[in-house]
């Protein structure tokens, strides 16, 4: 058994950090959205903090209502509506140079709403927004601002619409959430961090990143270093801490390190809020990791060999002895499937868009079931008060 630590005072800054976060929340964005979509005539205050903006869009219908129908004051359009859809275009844009597919396919996979919708994007105000606060090391989503797309108004139209489908359906998604948070659990590579930032941003959460918060809270600078100098289980036991830590919190969402899922109790941790399983197969893992080498997950650090075998033979092990650890989750979000829904022979077609929004109409049928048979199957529950 590896020794603990005792968390680093810039973890416990995070945490404290954590702390003024979920006092934030309160005026997140998209709680006065709909605060305001459903009760109020009168503009939302802004926290002086938040650089929300007020997306308030007619789609179809011709003029602009809330939720309830009420016409929205026009003066409040031209306030805010402008900016607004500037902030939708660098959403979309942003996700763009993430790579998406093709937006009207999607919108006739998931059916495209035209009624009118109030809803809201932040803008790129790194250090005031929630999603802002990260720990050290975890790459900041970058500010969203429109870029010139060189595909024209066509891209630009298909962007727009997925951004809209994303806020949508996440908005969709937080009203049965009940500031639950999101853990993605999935293999190295499987793309957590990737699509766990684009969830935070639009669901409004904070974004973690356990491996990151590891690295803070034994002092090093990488995992593969905490495996060197200490050792794996060392790793694990901190790892388990930081997930222990995190599931007092709300709204967060987190991605796990590929290995969390072997220990029981970071299962009843993760447990407390919703769990989901990002279902990679395992050659386009080896071609990500081969792509973007192997020094920083130790698991897979080779001294020699060509990096796609290499990967793929080690992740194969890995992936039998987790055996079924990974299908404990709440939702399965399966690449495979996302690409034949989608029509893409292949699934490094998929972009981390086209990933994030599965994920979230998985999140929803989940929810939605989970409120109306009251929560987990008596099977589920039991299995939770074993661990
Ligand atoms: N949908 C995707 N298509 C192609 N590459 C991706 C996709 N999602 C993630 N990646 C890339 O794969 C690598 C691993 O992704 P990451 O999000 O760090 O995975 P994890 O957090 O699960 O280890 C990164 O280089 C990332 O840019
Ligand atoms: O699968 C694993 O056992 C591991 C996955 C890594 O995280 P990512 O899944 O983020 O690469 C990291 O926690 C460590 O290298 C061990």
Redesign the pocket.
């Known amino acids: 058994m590896g020794r603990r630590v005792t968390p680093s005072a810039d973890y416990a800054t995070t945490r404290q950090r954590l702390g003024i976060l979920r006092s934030r929340q309160v005026h997140a964005p998209l709680f006065q959205v709909r605060t305001f979509s459903r009760f109020h005539h009168s503009p939302p205050q802004q926290s002086p903090d938040t650089c929300s903006l007020f997306l308030c869009l007619s789609l179809g219908a011709g003029e602009t209502r809330d939720r309830s129908s009420r016409r929205v004051p026009e003066q409040w359009w031209w306030q805010s509506g402008r900016p607004a859809m500037e902030a939708g275009v660098g959403l979309a844009l942003q996700s763009r140079a993430a790579g998406f597919g093709t937006g009207r396919r999607r919108t006739a996979m998931y059916g495209a709403e035209s009624r009118c919708q109030i809803g809201s994007l932040r803008l790129g105000d790194q250090l005031a927004s929630p999603a802002a606060v990260r720990a050290r090391g975890t790459k900041p989503v970058a500010p969203l601002r429109a870029k010139k797309s060189a595909g024209g108004h066509e891209n630009l139209h298909n962007s727009v619409d997925e951004a809209l489908l994303l806020k949508r359906k996440s908005e969709d998604v937080l009203f049965h959430m009940n500031g639950r948070c999101i853990y993605l659990v999935g ?3 499987s793309g ?2 990737t699509v766990g930032k684009i969830l935070a941003e639009v669901l409004g959460y904070s974004f973690f990143d356990s ?1 990151k918060l590891v690295e803070q809270a034994v002092g090093m600078p990488s ?1 593969a270093q905490i495996f060197k100098v200490h050792s794996e289980a060392f790793f694990r036991d901190n790892e388990s801490s930081v997930l222990r830590d995190l599931s007092s919190m709300r709204r967060l969402v987190v ?1 796990t ?3 969390a899922v072997i220990r029981p109790v970071n299962w009843k941790n993760m447990k407390k809020g919703l769990s989901v399983w990002l279902d990679v197969p395992l050659e386009a893992l080896a071609r990500r990791i081969a792509k973007v080498g192997t020094a920083s ?3 897979l650090d080779q001294p020699s060999g060509d990096p796609y075998t290499m990967a793929f033979s080690k992740l194969s092990t ?1 992936a039998e002895q987790r055996g079924d650890a990974y299908a404990n989750a709440d939702v399965r979000v399966s690449l495979e499937e996302i690409a034949a829904k989608l029509g893409h022979d292949d699934v490094s077609k998929l972009t981390p868009i086209d990933i994030a929004l599965e994920s979230l109409h998985k999140i929803e049928s989940f929810v939605m079931e989970d409120s109306v048979t009251g929560s987990q199957t008596e099977s589920q529950a039991q299995w939770i008060q074993t661990l």
């Open positions: 293999m190295m590579g957590k961090s491996d995992v991605a390190g590929g290995g997950r130790p698991l890995l």
